[in-house]
């Protein structure tokens, strides 16, 4: 069955430091992907997607995520964390069956530390 | 700015009273989505609308329903809340774009069950 794994449910890391959020799926062939943003009492925004071509992807708020094939993964990335970036941080593929629906990933709780 | 609205932000009901929670879009999309999130876990989808065409996910319960009198509007209805419904309800549209349907989210509705 298709899947997204987020292994890290829930990574605290230091102001201006560097964070990976991982994520992998399972998927036949190249999948869409999607991170998400929900920050506390708020709905889910699109940090950045991949759909094609260029495998390093950049999105909102200086992250960045890299499309990994052999090794099924798109990880997130950012260079320096802001306090603002606590958040919860998911992981999506469309659904094979039916792509108007999305597989989600259980999320990644992100703390920063000032 | 185009946009998914959700109100009430925060709603408080009574175990068994109906309740209706609404969402509307200026985005113009074709396909609305109602999830249900509760703490700490990944938004799981409720049921969709593309065009009129309902789409309802196989273990939601019959307690829930929706309505979407037009493209812009969607009503979630739950019919005789009980305390295990209290949670975080998102509302979500997307069009196709080529294979891809990319979800915006709106900021959500919290429903507390007393």
């Known amino acids: 069955a298709q899947s997204v794994t987020q292994p890290d449910i829930h990574i605290t890391v230091s102001e201006g430091a560097s964070l990976e959020l991982r994520c992998n799926y399972s998927?036949?062939?190249?999948?869409?992907l999607f991170w998400y943003v929900q920050s506390p009492g708020q709905g889910l925004q699109l940090l950045l997607k991949y759909f094609s071509g260029d495998t390093l992807v950049q999105g909102i708020k200086g992250f960045e995520a890299e499309f990994k094939r052999s090794q099924s993964s798109f990880n997130l990335r950012k260079p320096s964390v802001h306090w603002s970036d606590a958040a919860e941080y998911f992981c999506?593929?469309?659904?094979?069956?039916?792509?108007?629906?999305?597989?989600w990933g259980l999320g990644t709780s992100l703390a920063v530390n000032p | 700015d185009a946009m998914v609205i959700q109100n009430p932000r925060y709603q408080v009901t009574q175990f068994g009273k109906p309740v209706t929670l609404s969402c509307s879009q200026t985005l113009n999309h074709n396909v609305m989505y109602w999830y249900q999130q509760k703490s700490s876990q990944a938004p799981k989808l409720l049921f969709h609308y593309y065009d009129k065409d309902f789409n309802n996910e196989a273990d939601t319960p019959d307690n829930f329903q929706s309505r979407r009198p037009n493209t812009s509007f969607c009503f979630l209805d739950i019919r005789s809340p009980g305390l295990g419904d209290a949670a975080m309800y998102l509302c979500a549209t997307s069009t196709p774009r080529g294979a891809n349907y990319e979800q915006f989210f709106g900021p959500g509705t919290r429903l507390t069950v007393l």
């Open positions: 998927y036949g062939a190249t999948p869409y």
């Open positions: 999506a593929v469309p659904n094979a069956g039916n792509n108007r629906k999305l597989i």
